[in-house]
């Protein structure tokens, strides 16, 4: 029996359009705009003005707080202006707008191919490189992966857990990752476990990726402690929560942090970043984007610079399809609708998804039948249909009391209603609501 | 057989009633009788505007309060707050009555799509997730959550237009609607002598041509309107004028000074032909 | 149509699954108890079946046209499930008008009264085919004896149903093959046990309903009257006569499983399925009524809010 989570989940088609694409390398912009708020926290404060030259791998912005993140520049050229820019949030927030010229890097930067694997710097170097690269969770939620290394006082990790689940729908950017680059990739883990102060880390693939299981698994020989782990298919298992409770068996509790259970979970991306930056000195300007979805000709995988606009990596997948009429940045399950196609590729851009227009609008919402198939599905234990009308109707208390903070937003509820409620919109608002009910109580 | 079912009846009767009473002493909660009196007085509508939950917790308030200073029942208004002052032998602070204004005007032909919205139509879900359908990302979404939120159906959304509208005579300036519109677009102005009153349609930070491309009907910050006004009542900041109630005088100057018409004035006998033109169509829909 | 951009929150994919989808599927979980029905009463099931669908479909349509002013909503099948669910719990010689009356008390007390589909408390068949109990409990209590094919409607032979029999005594009852294909006496969509089985096998696997409320009704039947049998095996049947006879396997697996009356969490449908299948033993063995399905499932129908408050699903992480 292959491991998975053990509450809810679903089965939504898989639909890896792009699994058999190389990765293909992206060209340069004519025009990066590189947001200056990538991650989860605080943005960063821009370092640069209007007018100054800047290579690959220059510093942007610097963190801007305890949970914040460096901004490397993705280009080389000039600063054209730092303005604001609609990003992925559909919000305008401010970016550094950059005029391409050439493609000069920093010196520091190692540029070579050959994999680097023994690493002797100290726990302390490993997280301070790993923090001046402006490393994040590549899985999407963007979290400042210094913060996860440095856990609070008194809690210890037992285990680094690393998820390369991509349980997501279309997406096969990680998948390609670990095909193409699985050398690299584990000793990115080797040097995480090092940096989290572990001695055991667990891969965990979903089984519909069996290439990428047996060729790490193949490499994994050459490392102590590290072991790859096939999980059985199921969505959300990519979540923090569930990957955690797939692979050791046990259950975050709510509001408490992965690592109450000994745990430490990390990207393959993530992964792979924090490789190149300990070894390779290499600051987070370029990442793998799939580009894929019924909208557009070619689905494929690119190694993209950060700030590229979303146009440039459709045209190179050979543009749209005549109906297309959504394009979501990330999975269809999690993603974000994008209003248009200048919004830059940040760090946390696993996908870019075009979805037809058939496929783009939601079928008119029924009365709740009560079938309790969202209760089924909820992979956090929840009660969907309760939620959404305690948030529809601003019943706080009652979201509360139900857990409605503890919603991880994975869309499970929504993907099963029969009745095509919009289950999660409601959930969402009343979870941030809640949120920052308990958050005024506190203070 | 009769005789039985009068002894039962009877007997299940008195056991009831004794446990009853029992209850009733043994978990007698005590309120203060002025609060009941206090409550009376109040207009009983429980919408929160006064910012306690309900009318009981109102009157709760005012009772325990030294004085009713800042305690104000907004649907009541003067009256019913000088009503809980003699109920109480307090002094009743002076109230000057306010009504909600919409500060955008956005409607279709101003602002047009750039995009189409296709998720739960409540405006706190589409705020969460982007801008809006328009260029504008500062305007009104349409999708009613303040005429959800307002307990007297005093606001409502036009088909017309997209944008929601006041009915003056139902308004009680309870303010739900302020605290329900995600875009903070509401707003409780000074009514007014004769309601009238003159406002900027528009909360549009953007730069002059930006917010200009995105509605035809925007603030641009040209500060004409500031120049004109003899009262300095109209400040601008970030990009945008804003007409202190407290200040204005209602002279109108502004109105006819503004180049996109972001200027709106209410309740006025109707405006001598030159204003037409220059106020535009969609001050006019507003004043009907 | 217009060539935006279309913006919403995620997910931005849907599983496919409808109402409608799951009412037509219990619909075609319900054919072969259908077909053995035709089988044994004939006409009457056909009659019954058609006439009480009929008047569902169109008392629903009618009270949303004409009394809520909605768009009527008869196309997801929920009104044509109602109808056959009544008929199933109906003798195949029941008059069409009182089948009518059935039809309006169903529909219009038990599912329109409250607000339509989703927020009736009771199951609407049930609420028909409890008011035709009381008001017509002569004809409500007469069924036909199986025959093969038969052609007349309403002037078959009468005879006691397996669970009349134990309630009066005397008698000699049915064997069990026969409780299982369905000869014997009974409403018609009862009779056969293993048609209905088949049914249940066919809901589990395509996900329309889960196994929690059925084996929970079943089991808790099946051991009570168990326990009675094994205390006083004269005065009390046998469980597995009590388990094939009457409307229990229809109501567990058709009728208890109704989405709108069931509670929602998995402990939820367990106590739930408890409760139909104590209330059930206990009307049958001490009751006056020989058949206590309908009320049990009714009366847990009453206490599903209160369920749902109690038993929550299992959150993630425990407490």
């Given amino acids: ?341 200048d919004v830059p590729i940040t760090k946390g851009s696993s996908g870019i998804l075009v979805l037809p227009r058939v496929e783009s609008v939601r079928k008119p919402a029924r009365s709740c039948i009560r079938c309790a198939k969202c209760v089924q599905a909820c992979p956090m234990g929840l009660n969907p249909s309760l939620l959404m009308n305690a948030a529809e109707f601003a019943a706080w208390e009652l979201a509360e009391k139900n857990y409605i903070v503890d919603c991880i937003e994975c869309g499970s509820c929504s993907f099963t209603c029969p009745a095509n409620r919009p289950l999660l919109d409601h959930i969402r608002m009343g979870k941030g609501k809640v949120m920052g009910i308990i958050r005024g109580r506190k203070s | 057989m009769i005789l039985i079912a009068i002894i039962t009846l009877g007997g299940i009767g008195v056991v009831s009633s004794g446990l009853l009473y029992v209850a009733s002493k043994k978990f007698e909660v005590y309120e203060n009788p002025l609060v009941a009196q206090v409550q009376e007085a109040l207009p009983a509508a429980n919408c929160g505007g006064c910012g306690y939950p309900g009318c009981s917790g109102f009157a709760g308030a005012c009772v325990g309060a030294q004085s009713l200073d800042g305690l104000l029942c907004p649907v009541g208004g003067a009256a019913v707050m000088n009503r809980i002052a003699a109920i109480l032998g307090k002094d009743a602070a002076g109230v000057e009555p306010k009504i909600a204004v919409v500060r955008c005007n956005g409607n279709c032909e101003a602002r047009p799509r750039v995009n189409r919205y296709d998720g739960a139509r409540n405006c706190a879900i589409a705020a969460s997730l982007y801008g809006g359908e328009t260029g504008c990302s500062y305007g009104c979404l349409g999708y009613g959550d303040c005429v959800t939120a307002c307990t007297f159906a005093a606001i409502g959304i036009n088909p017309a237009t997209g944008l929601p509208e006041v009915a003056e005579d139902r308004c009680t300036s309870c303010g739900a609607c302020v605290k329900a519109c995600p875009k903070g677009i509401i707003e409780l102005r000074k009514k007014g002598p004769k309601s009238r009153r003159i406002f900027v349609g528009c909360v549009n930070k953007d730069k002059g041509g930006v917010a200009r491309k995105a509605c035809s009907s925007a603030c641009i910050g040209c500060s004409k309107c500031e120049k004109e006004c003899k009262f300095d009542a109209i400040t601008i900041a970030d990009n945008l004028a804003y007409i202190d109630p407290q200040k204005c005088r209602l002279c109108r100057k502004c109105t006819a000074s503004c180049p996109t018409g972001a200027i709106y004035e209410l309740n006025f006998p109707p405006p001598r032909k030159e204003a037409v033109a220059a106020a535009g169509q969609v001050s006019e829909e507003k004043t009907n | 149509m217009e060539n935006k951009l279309i913006i919403s929150p995620s997910p931005h994919i849907h599983g496919g699954d409808s109402i409608q989808r799951n009412m037509y599927g219990v619909l075609l979980a319900l054919v072969p108890a259908f077909a053995v029905s035709v089988y044994y009463f004939g006409m009457g099931a056909l009659v019954v079946t058609a006439v009480s669908v009929a008047s569902c479909v169109l008392a629903e349509y009618l009270i949303q046209r004409f009394l809520l002013k909605r768009e009527p909503s008869i196309g997801d099948g929920s009104a044509i499930l109602t109808g056959v669910l009544l008929a199933f719990n109906l003798p195949s010689n029941l008059p069409a008008w009182i089948i009518v009356i059935g039809a309006l008390a169903a529909i219009g007390i038990g599912k329109m009264s409250f607000g339509g589909l989703g927020n009736n408390i009771f199951n609407p068949a049930l609420v028909g085919r409890v008011f035709l109990l009381i008001s017509f409990p002569a004809q409500m209590t007469t069924w036909p004896l199986p025959g093969k094919l038969p052609m007349e409607y309403t002037d078959s032979i009468t005879g006691a149903t397996t669970l009349s029999l134990l309630n009066e005594g005397g008698g000699s009852l049915p064997s069990v093959v026969d409780m299982l294909l369905g000869n014997m006496g009974g409403s018609l969509g009862e009779v056969s046990a293993a048609a209905l089985l088949l049914g249940f096998v066919y809901l589990l696997a395509r996900k329309i309903i889960t196994w929690h409320i059925p084996v929970a009704v079943i089991a808790t039947a099946f051991a009570m009257t168990g326990v009675m049998y094994l205390a006083d095996p004269l005065s009390y049947a046998d469980p597995v006569v009590h388990l094939l006879s009457g409307g229990l396997l229809l109501g567990a697996i058709f009728m208890a499983t109704d989405y709108v009356t069931s509670p929602m969490s998995s402990s939820g449908m367990i106590v739930y399925g408890v409760g139909i299948g104590l209330l059930t033993s206990v009307i049958r063995l001490f009751g006056s009524y020989p058949e206590g399905v309908s009320f049990a499932i009714l009366i847990m129908n009453a206490l599903t809010p209160l369920i749902n408050t109690y038993f929550k699903p299992k959150h993630f992480g425990g407490k």
């Fill in chain 1, 1 to 341: 029996m292959l491991k998975t989570f053990r509450i809810g989940g679903i089965h939504p088609p898989e639909n890896k359009l792009s699994v058999w694409k190389k990765v293909s390398v992206l060209p340069v912009p004519a025009q990066a705009v590189i947001p200056l708020g990538q991650h989860i926290g605080a943005p960063a404060q821009a370092v640069v003005k209007k007018g100054d030259m800047v290579k690959v791998g220059t510093l942007l912005g610097k963190s801007g707080g305890f949970i914040s993140s460096n901004i490397h520049s993705s280009v080389s050229g000039k600063v054209s202006k730092i303005d604001s820019a609609v990003d992925a949030s559909g919000y305008k927030r401010p970016a550094v707008y950059i005029d391409v010229e050439g493609d000069e890097w920093e010196e520091a930067i190692d540029r070579s191919d050959t994999p680097a694997k023994e690493c002797l710097l100290s726990t302390r170097e490993i997280i301070d490189r790993i923090t001046g690269a402006g490393v994040v969770g590549l899985g999407g939620a963007t979290f400042p992966t210094q913060v996860k290394l440095t856990p609070p006082a008194g809690m210890k990790a037992e285990m680094l857990i690393i998820n390369g689940v991509e349980c997501e729908p279309y997406l096969t950017s990680d998948h390609s990752l670990m095909t193409e680059k699985g050398e690299e990739v584990l000793a990115g883990v080797a040097i995480l476990m090092k940096a989290a102060g572990v001695d055991k880390a667990v891969v965990g693939i979903e089984n519909n990726k069996p290439d990428a299981i047996a060729y790490l698994r193949d490499l994994a020989k050459g490392y102590q402690g590290i072991e790859v782990a096939p999980l059985k298919v199921k969505y959300p298992q990519g979540g923090e929560k569930q990957l955690i409770d797939a692979v050791m068996r046990r259950q975050v509790k709510s509001g408490a942090l992965p690592i109450s259970v000994g745990a430490v979970v990390q990207n393959v991306g993530t992964a792979y970043a924090v490789y190149e930056a300990v070894q390779k000195n290499k600051p987070l300007v370029e990442r793998i984007v799939t580009v894929t979805g019924g909208g557009v000709r070619e689905p494929s995988n690119f190694l993209v610079r950060i700030g590229t606009p979303v146009r440039d990596l459709i045209e190179a997948a050979g543009g749209m399809t005549g109906d297309a009429g959504k394009i979501i940045g990330g999975g269809p399950m999690m993603g974000k609708a994008l209003v248009s196609e």
